[in-house]
């Protein structure tokens, strides 16, 4: 009985049916096609009858243990994003010191830093181990950590301290696998010339010394903008990762040696409000601020929160307003002015060197506001990994125009 009723109906409505799927065809044609262009473009390699002499590639295997070495080859690398991300001498002078670190709200109590080191051990165990909740650790972002290959980067809080820690952990297989990491490592990979979230961790520290040192030039930025302390750490004999590059840049060949783990330990912000895009003064404001330190800074609105100052300005700033100003730039200066008033700091947590991030090499993308500041980056995207001529990689080869930290 049911057949019947089933056939009828497709009698009946064979025709429309049929009208219905050749309208949407084309459409559904299109989607397909994008999709698959989009798949391949992202995921295929070269074609295998290319000659591959010149095409630059990293191997990296461990330095304790040479008996499997890992190759990535990929047009996209670049001398400044693979060789110029981490110094060593810098990352031994700015580690977690001996002895007490003080608490940011309350400085007149600190925490032996042996304690720190010992529970940041513990969480490297952890997170080897395959675990996703920590004992001694509240997870604040988790979604760039493989829990498969148990490698990425984690950003977690400690339950009894006030600190929160930045951890990085690689192997030589993870290393050379830019596509494991979620969408947006990638498309840092394809824009910076093949940094990975792994190496742009070391230029957190110098770029907030690069920040502070903009910002104290300006006296009202200078009140305004405040930073947690932050200090790397490594876990006690950590073995070493070593990358070496071949077609990569004007010299033959190049090496870098790097800490497969590692983390930043940083102040706990608690901010007094988060800043948002629905807001044109929050928006505006943190632009201002990435367009005046010449986007050293992530302008990423969740980097940056409102944060009330521990004691009292005792000095009485006024935001100089120029008579020719626009609308924006008063709107800005008042802004500035209402929260130095109000005893408010503007604080960023995230000093990632962002011109190393997205590959800005010469000058800076104006903008004034997160549409286009968006749009511009995705335009960017599009051309760094779809429409670059051949010409142009091969120039980015032979004479690199570094704008890295080291
Ligand atoms: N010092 C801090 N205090 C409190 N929360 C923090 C701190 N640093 C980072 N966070 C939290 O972790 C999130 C991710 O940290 P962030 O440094 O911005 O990483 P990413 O480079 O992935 O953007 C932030 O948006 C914030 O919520
Ligand atoms: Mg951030």
Redesign the pocket.
Known sequence: MLWCHVTLITKEEKQNIGERVMMKAPRTACLMVVLCITTVLLEARRSIHRTPEATPEITVYWRDDQTEKYRLRDSHLEEGAVFHTFDREYFESHMLPSGVIPYRYEPKKSIETSVLKKLLEELVCEMQAGKTVFTHFEP??KN?FNTHSRTG?I?V?FKDYPF?A?VFVEEPSSFVDPYSRGFRPMCIYFMSGGVM?HSTGFG?IPNLDIIRKHVADDPCWDALITM?DKWFWQPDNVRQLVVEGKNIGPNPSMKVTLPSVYAIV??????EKRMSLISKKDARLCLDLCHYCDYCI?P?I??FVLERNIEPRTKKYTVPIPDNANNHQRMVANYMQELLDDDLSLCI????HFRTLVGIKDAPFHTSNYVSWYLKLSKKFMRDKFFKFKYERIEAQKHPTFQYLF
Not at 266 to 271: Q, R, Y
Not at 349 to 352: A, F, G, R, S, V
């Open positions: 604040l972002k760039e980067f950003v809080k929160v930045k979230r957190r947690p940083a102040d706990l912000i608690i901010p992530d990423n969740s980097n947590y995230d000093t990632e």
